[in-house]
């Protein structure tokens, strides 16, 4: 049975999944394995030393895993942090030199895509609109989709670790850098907000990162083993509760990682930006995202 491989290297987190086709030609995960990097410490514009150095030997321990498994196809592909820093060019020669592993870097357009097709495997669609939502650390991809597929798809520089640098100074954060935060998300995502007027959606469909956050915290048992749904109602009081912590009390709450606690802030107040434009009553979180995406391309070209 063959075995491919996706090192979906973001922002904030790197990711390996590696997955075997049986003889129905079904996808089955082998292993799963991510590491915070946080590329994006000392900002987007370049990799400081310190995180360029984790995404070196994170890489490197993902081609130790690789090599204890037969894989036909390995494909890494960098976002949002790749595609900005200056020093990018030489952390893919370093990487290239030291595992044989070759980066692509997407475009944000592209990311979207496959962030569709990740999602269409576990999220059912009909004709009435969904818009998708995948927060990275550098950026945030929006994806207006329905049965029918994509309808409008669109790339922000606008990721947790860029907004978390920009806005977030004070502990807790602040009313005005709040207010800022959220004239900038109204001024940045204009085409958004004039997308979503010409293609209303019902539900908001969270791909990873900050979603499982709220997932830990407001959903019940999954009925589907690769995604969940929640009342937006459920959103608020936890979105209240947080904006208004410390992060020394961030990091004593339940149910919310440490490794998330620094940028929960922002992406939260992004999120709530969100749904002051839509109508949505329910939130979905989709385990299946970009990487997912990748894989069923992989298989089929391969």
């Known amino acids: 049975m063959t075995r491919y491989a996706v090192i979906d290297l973001g922002t904030n987190t790197f990711h ?58 390995v494909k890494a592909f960098g976002t949002a942090a790749l595609r900005t820093a200056s020093n990018t060019p030489q952390f893919i020669k370093e990487v290239k030199a ?10 944000g357009q592209e990311e979207a895509r496959l962030i569709y097709l990740g999602v269409q495997q576990v999220v059912k669609f009909d004709q009435t609109n969904d818009l998708i939502m995948d927060i990275g650390g550098g950026s945030v991809e929006f994806i207006i989709a329905n049965k029918d597929g994509v309808q409008w798809a669109e790339s922000f520089p606008i990721g947790v670790a860029v907004l978390y640098n920009q806005f977030h100074k004070s502990d807790p954060i602040s009313k005005s850098e709040i207010e800022n935060l959220e004239a900038y998300l109204k001024s940045t995502l204009a085409s958004l907000s004039s997308a979503l007027k010409e293609h209303p959606t019902n539900r908001l469909i969270g791909a990873s990162g900050t979603f499982d956050v709220l997932e830990d915290n407001l959903a019940k048992a999954r009925k589907h083993p690769n995604m969940v749904a929640f009342s937006v109602e459920k959103y608020f009081p936890l979105h209240t509760e947080i904006i208004g912590m410390t992060l020394e009390e961030r990091l004593k709450k339940d149910k919310l990682p440490n490794s998330r606690a620094d940028l929960i802030v922002v992406a939260l107040l992004l999120i709530n930006s969100i749904l002051q434009l839509t109508n949505t009553k329910e939130i979905v979180v989709s385990s299946y995202a970009m990487k997912e995406g990748m894989l069923q391309e992989l298989t089929k070209t391969a």
């Open 98 to 107: 030291s595992t044989g592993i070759e980066i692509d870097i997407i475009p």
């Open 16 to 73: 390996l999944l590696i997955v075997q086709q049986n003889e129905e030609g079904q996808l089955v995960e082998v292993h799963r394995e991510r590491i915070y990097v946080h590329l994006a410490e000392k900002g987007i514009s370049k990799i400081g030393n310190a995180p360029f150095q984790r995404g070196l030997k994170a890489i490197q321990k993902f081609h130790k895993t690789l090599l204890s498994h037969p894989v036909k196809v």
